[in-house]
């Protein structure tokens, strides 16, 4: 990067950080530190939901995804509108009734602690892993642009966002995730605005995005039921909803943000804000990732955009047959802009026989330059078998360094460390309370002084981002991070919410057989996961409904114990 853009990656960064130690004041409680008093408006509450679910991930694999796979993942987040109205009417008003500082609280009042104790430990355990990954994203782009190792960037992101969250707690992670959504928004913009700017001359918006249509990209919505495709309207809705409403309605990253609001109204608010704006945005991000690809019908690609790997075998004694191949994909391009050139010029002639013959033309050689490709990953396979192959992740990265002018390479730099450091920063608060209000106030040091827990609290931060960091060094090895880390959450959440709409809904069930259908299920969706009998998003309405199923065959057969006033804590939440 040129000097312009370090000092704008630097002065953005520096002025979050700052920003956020001193909205957030000094923290002298537990619930200033982990709920911010409970005193934000709806409109705090609804860009910090979404900057938590908006991370490093999003910015840099998105534009990826879009780039190799279309525009089909936007179906991913169609059930998200749907599951924002069930929260804002069950779940919202029982957590701010009940004055928790987690969500898995109210399954000791209304089951018992070990119930509470294993759905705190599989959040830990799923938030923990997901959160390298998050951290992991931004330390690609260090390392690439300074050419080093990215033990060093994973150190230097985790570091910075530990200190701000541990300091400030809470609010400073509001109140920087505010500045930094503004920032998000805009930069964004622009990066589409120069994508466009960037065409050759008469090849418009319009163009490009027919043209992408024409090779298959513009693939928004898939209406053929599959339970093997991974994104159709139909696991959209139906998994995707489970999922938005386990992750937003169980993962304490999500909940400690929208009871940080001051009232039911201004959480609903921020939710129902939440809903409205995520699908646009993501459609947007995964646009830019088509327009992308639309460019680099008309400039040469990278074979592989992963430069780290191509220097690897550049290096060994592959390096011929890997240049050989290079030099046919040069080719190969040369051959393909040409036919991109014929459907422009067959698109301005409206002629649809001779757009016909230009887009099948265009895909022969679209065809070609693949399969080149797919020989070149080969090669790279057989110099190293632990080569990852998946390059999507550096796609808009390569971009950004190689087209985008002074300044504005700094600032969409500084806007994938800003959504990582948002995401990380919420995570390892919710990591900190869930690990402090769960297991060390409830079971290791019970009515300690609120100076004591907040320790505690700041503690378990710098330990979370620990572990956090560790899982950063394995995050190189997991292909498309967007698409792992949904994966990931797909494993655990389907449990976690059937364990809750158990709480609410099934009011005779007992504690002893929710846990035990809880193990049973988690199991099982293992099993499932492992070896993909269905696609991932729908492991969240299996794992949901199984846990119901199970609890349902078991309870007769287990005595009940009394909840402790479980039933009249829900009842009286949902009048208010």
Same mark, same amino acid.
């Given at each position: ?14 002025? /979050? ?47 990826? +995804? ?18 924002? #109205? ?93 500045? +930094? ?39 928004? #919505? ?31 990253? +999500? ?34 990732? /088509? ?63 001779? #757009? ?7 895909? #022969? =050689? ?9 020989? =070149? ?9 632990? =080569? ?189």
């Amino acid at each position: 990067m040129s000097l312009p853009d370090w000092i704008v990656l630097g002065v953005t960064l520096l002025t /979050i950080v700052l920003y956020g130690v001193w909205k957030s004041g000094r923290s002298k409680n537990i619930d200033h530190y982990l709920m911010g008093d409970r005193s934000l408006p709806w409109y705090h509450v609804g860009l910090s939901v979404m900057a938590t679910q908006a991370s490093a991930i999003t910015f840099l694999s998105a534009p990826g +995804q879009a780039y190799s796979d279309g525009m089909r993942f936007v179906q991913f987040y169609l059930g998200l509108p749907l599951a924002m #109205i069930v929260l804002c009417i069950t779940f919202v008003p029982i957590f701010h009734r009940l004055k928790v500082y987690t969500a898995y609280e109210f399954l000791e009042q209304r089951f018992d602690l070990k119930t509470r104790a294993l759905t705190a430990f599989l959040f830990l355990v799923q938030r923990g892993l997901s959160t390298g990954i998050t951290i992991y994203a931004p330390s690609i782009i260090l390392s690439t642009i300074l050419n080093i190792n990215t033990v060093y960037t994973t150190l230097f992101i985790g570091g910075l966002v530990i200190f701000y969250t541990v300091y400030g707690g809470t609010k400073a992670v509001s109140y920087t995730q505010l500045l +930094q959504m503004s920032i998000i928004f805009s930069g964004m913009f622009f990066a589409g605005i120069m994508v466009v700017n960037l065409l050759p001359n008469g090849v418009g918006f319009t163009h490009a995005v027919k043209l992408a249509g024409k090779l298959g990209k513009m693939n928004v #919505i898939d209406w053929k039921f599959d339970p093997n495709n991974r994104y159709n309207i139909w696991s959209g809705v139906i998994g995707g909803f489970f999922l938005q409403l386990s992750y937003f309605g169980t993962d304490q990253s +999500q909940v400690g943000r929208y009871l940080t609001g001051s009232s039911v109204g201004q959480s609903r608010l921020g939710l129902i804000m939440n809903g409205l704006l995520k699908i646009p945005m993501q459609f947007l991000i995964l646009l830019i990732g /088509i327009l992308v690809f639309a460019f680099y019908q008309f400039n040469l690609p990278p074979m592989f955009f992963n430069q780290y790997e191509v220097n690897q075998i550049k290096k060994s004694n592959y390096s011929t047959a890997y240049n050989n191949l290079e030099n046919q994909y040069t080719a190969a391009f040369e051959a393909r802009k040409n036919k991109a050139d014929d459907l422009i010029k067959a698109f301005d002639s409206k002629d649809q026989t001779r #757009i016909g013959q230009a887009q099948d033309a265009l895909k #022969i =050689a679209d065809d070609q330059s693949g399969a080149i490709r797919k020989q =070149a990953i080969a090669v790279m396979k057989k110099n190293n078998a632990k =080569a990852n192959e998946d390059d999507t992740n550096y796609v808009f990265l390569t971009f950004v360094t190689h087209y985008l002018p002074r300044g504005l390479i700094g600032l969409l730099i500084a806007i994938i460390f800003l959504a990582s450091m948002g995401s990380t920063a919420s995570a390892l608060n919710s990591l900190a309370s869930t690990s402090v209000v769960d297991i060390y106030k409830r079971t290791i040091n019970p009515g300690a002084s609120d100076k004591n827990y907040v320790l505690a609290s700041r503690l378990a931060t710098v330990f979370w981002g620990l572990v956090c960091v560790l899982m950063a060094l394995y995050a190189s090895k997991v292909g498309n991070l967007l698409e792992y880390v949904n994966k990931l959450g797909s494993y655990i959440y389907g449990t976690i919410l059937g364990v809750f709409v158990v709480a609410f809904y099934l009011k005779k069930i007992g504690g002893n057989a929710v846990f035990i259908a809880a193990i049973i299920t988690e199991l099982l969706i293992i099993i499932l996961g492992n070896y993909e009998l269905v696609a991932y998003l729908w492991l969240n309405a299996i794992g949901c409904i199984l846990v119901i199923i199970i609890v349902s065959v078991l309870n007769p057969f287990i005595p009940v114990k009394p909840p402790l006033n479980g039933e009249a804590l829900i009842h009286t939440a949902k009048k208010q």
